[in-house]
């Protein structure tokens, strides 16, 4: 049988899910299958990098053969690693023009939006298709500001200094195995700098796409907001329904200098044969604020706990976590938050939706130092249950080596309650909708929050996910 | 004739985790009448409620329902709704997070047509003006659905939903409970109203006093899962005096399903 019609195949089963086509493209490089350490200088070579950065690869190489895979949480044992090409080049070069792209690839975009969400309310925008950026374009009055908004493949030729100074200096690539194969295969990303004062209201998005099964994505992002400095990020992606699984580990460390402030916004919507291991981590200086608006609805196992390492006095960081799990996904998001300085300040709010065989954890950790006086922490983990088979738990640690500090921890669980249905039923309103109207309940006083652009596109998508969940 | 009756119910029998509570119903309402269902705790009254709307806890073990002669028993509780069927709950649950408008545009677009809705500053003029009439701050369109309503707040709002939905038979199930007079007054004004339109009620209480308000053509005694007696309002009257001592079921009465 031939690829595209086993794909067909896999696509015809009924699924919900709305960007599950696959574009018929050739690659113009490719590593093949399997990782060693000729992949990881392959890799290097094919993007002409310096030698600091293949060492930087090599060595990160050595950490991911020797670490082993992480022992809590979900079981990753199906992962085969040999079984995934960690390279896949689609177009010869990134472009500013979306016309320069094949054609099948910029018909996914435009099905995906994103030529028009750029012009409606993005200040930059890129594309990454594969291992790499097809399209990528920052506003022309922030560039003059001085913004500088690459991807990060450029980044290491145009800004070596500040790559060689910030990056890895959030997650090193020892801190897990996936965060070493990242460091020794990364490809993609966003790199973005934003000088001292310079306010980037208006959002730039990466979204990121799989095409091919079987196929590992390792985005690198570097975001620096520099002293007094604001940024609005966002990312999203999806992928091709295919029978197979991706890989998709990404690393994102975002540097928050003195009274600087980052809002990192991912609406995470992979198809449902994806491992997403992501790891994210912030280091905020003093007074400056870093917040993470996580929102997980797609992909096969999630695990991803978004940090803020509040390193300077004053602080602040903040979670804003949201998960669907739906049939057989699991998903473990979380957040941690890590108090270093006195008066530091974080929130954490979760709320889960767990449907069917879903299942959809909390785990999180809060941190706080000797000498970090005055710190406070509010966690709040709410957990909806659609049906009687499906789950929830949740897994907070807490380390508390200061006496001065204050934390709140609640969480609750609660199901969809049969009687809510039937009353508003009894009110002309079919059994579906009433579903959708009794989790979007639920999620109301965090959806109200969002950017209006991310609450109508999460609730869409919750709505998506709900069909078929009744009867 | 067949057609002067908006609700027939024939030889009912309903049950629920095994144990069946309503023992062979027969009841009917004529168009436009008030027929007010009385009885002792424990009778089966809140269950005739239920079944009558379709909650998936009670199990049709035989009988008809017939709404403007039409069998409504295949029907799912969305689809009674929509062909005119009302209830109005002892206890409305409360949906967090829903708040009261969008949830009443939902229900009203679902049973009338989105139509009614299309307009949403008409169709916001229009809540406002009815909760004005019975009573309630504007404030209670924006909160979430009886979500820490007070019991007559609730009450309330279960006739505001009826004003906007104008259903052909409200079914209201002890709705005077845990009501003051002045509440009880309120409630009657909006039913009334609907009354005069030419809405049937089915009113299903413990007390006389609603009916004080909500005057009933015929009143019913329900015990121990059947109706033992249907006369003119004089019945509510004479329970009032007399309590439900001649209604005790007997022991047998209250069979168990095997």
């Known amino acids: 049988m031939s690829k595209e019609d086993k794909f067909s195949q896999d696509f015809s089963e009924f699924d919900s899910y709305q960007f599950g086509h696959y574009d018929k493209v050739k690659h113009i490089a490719s590593t093949g299958k399997g990782i060693s350490r000729d992949v990881v200088t392959k890799i290097s070579e094919l993007k002409n990098e310096p030698g600091w950065m293949t060492d930087i690869r090599l060595k990160a190489y050595e950490v991911f053969e020797k670490k082993p895979m992480p022992s809590w949480g979900p079981d990753l044992k199906e992962i085969k690693f040999e079984d995934f090409t960690y390279f896949i080049r689609s177009t010869e070069k990134e472009s500013d023009q979306w016309d320069d792209m094949p054609k099948e690839i910029l018909e996914t975009f435009d099905k995906l939006g994103i030529p028009e969400a750029e012009k409606k309310f993005l200040a930059g925008a890129s594309a990454q298709y594969e291992s790499e950026a097809v399209y990528h374009k920052l506003n022309e009055e922030l560039g003059r500001e001085g913004v500088v908004f690459l991807t990060m493949d450029q980044a290491v030729k145009d800004e070596p200094d500040l790559v060689k100074k910030y990056f890895g200096s959030v997650i090193p690539a020892s801190d897990n195995k996936f965060s070493a194969l990242n460091t020794a295969v990364w490809s993609g990303g966003s790199f973005i700098y934003v000088p001292p004062g310079v306010e980037v209201s208006t959002p730039l998005q990466t979204y990121f796409r799989i095409n091919e099964e079987e196929f590992g994505q390792f985005e690198r992002t570097l975001i620096i907001a520099d002293k007094g400095a604001k940024v609005v990020y966002n990312e999203g992606c999806s992928a091709p329904k295919w029978a197979k699984s991706s890989l998709h580990a990404a690393v994102v460390e975002l540097v928050a200098l003195e009274d600087s402030r980052i809002d990192y916004q991912t609406i995470q919507n992979w198809y449902k044969n994806i491992y997403n291991l992501v790891t994210k981590r912030a280091k905020a ?34 979670v804003q976590s949201i998960a669907f799990a739906n049939e057989e996904q699991l998903q473990d998001s979380g957040a941690k938050m890590i108090h270093g300085a006195p008066n530091t300040t974080s929130v954490v709010t979760s709320k889960s939706i767990s449907k069917g065989t879903g299942r959809s954890s909390y785990r999180g950790l809060i941190k706080v130092l000797k000498g970090a006086k005055n710190s406070s922490c509010r966690v709040e983990c709410d957990a909806l249950l659609i049906n009687e088979e499906s789950r929830t738990d949740t897994y907070p640690v807490m380390d508390i ?57 999460f609730q869409r998508l919750v709505e998506l996910e709900l069909e078929g969940s009744v009867g | 004739m067949k057609d002067d009756y908006i609700l027939n119910i024939n030889n009912l029998k309903v049950s629920i985790d095994d144990k069946q509570v309503l023992q062979g119903i027969d009841l009917s309402v004529k168009k436009g009448e008030v027929h007010a269902i009385m009885g002792p705790n424990g009778s089966g009254k809140s269950t005739l409620a239920y079944s009558l709307m379709g909650h998936p806890s009670y199990e049709l073990d035989s009988g008809d329902i017939e709404l403007d002669s039409e069998s409504i028993v295949d029907l799912e509780p969305h689809e009674k709704a929509q062909k ?30 989105s139509e009614e809705t299309k307009d949403v500053f008409d169709f916001h003029r229009k809540v406002l003006k009815e909760m004005r009439y019975l009573g309630i701050d504007e404030s209670f369109a924006d909160r979430y659905v009886n979500d820490g309503f007070s019991g007559g707040e609730k009450k309330r709002a279960e006739v505001l939903q009826m004003l906007l939905l104008q259903p052909k038979l409200a079914v209201m199930d002890e709705t005077d409970s845990g009501l003051d007079i002045d509440a009880i007054k309120v409630v009657a004004k909006g039913v009334n109203r609907l009354k005069e339109k030419g809405m049937s009620i089915l009113i299903i209480t413990h007390y006389q006093r609603i009916l004080d308000y909500i005057h009933p053509d015929r009143v019913s005694v329900l015990s121990g899962g059947k109706i033992l007696k249907t006369a003119g309002p004089e019945l509510a009257k004479e329970l009032e005096k007399t309590g439900y001592k001649d209604f005790v079921p007997k022991k047998s009465s209250l069979d168990v399903k095997f």
């Open chain 1, 285 to 318: 200086e003093k007074n400056a604020t870093v917040t993470w608006l996580d929102i997980n609805v797609g992909s096969r196992i999630t695990i991803k706990y978004p940090s803020v390492m509040m390193m300077g006095e004053g602080a602040r960081g903040e």
């Open chain 1, 401 to 457: 080596a200061e006496d001065e500090t204050q934390i709140a921890h609640e969480a609750s669980v609660s199901k969809v309650n049969e009687d809510q249905i039937f009353y508003l039923q009894s009110r002309g309103i079919p059994e579906i909708d009433a579903m959708k109207m009794v989790v979007n309940g639920f999620l109301e006083p965090m959806v109200k929050k969002l950017p209006l652009e991310y609450s109508v596109e």
């Open chain 2, 84 to 113: 005119g069927l009302f209830l109005a709950f002892q206890y409305p649950m409360e949906i967090p997070g829903l708040q009261m408008e969008s949830f009443l545009r939902s229900a009203v677009s679902s049973i009338k047509g």
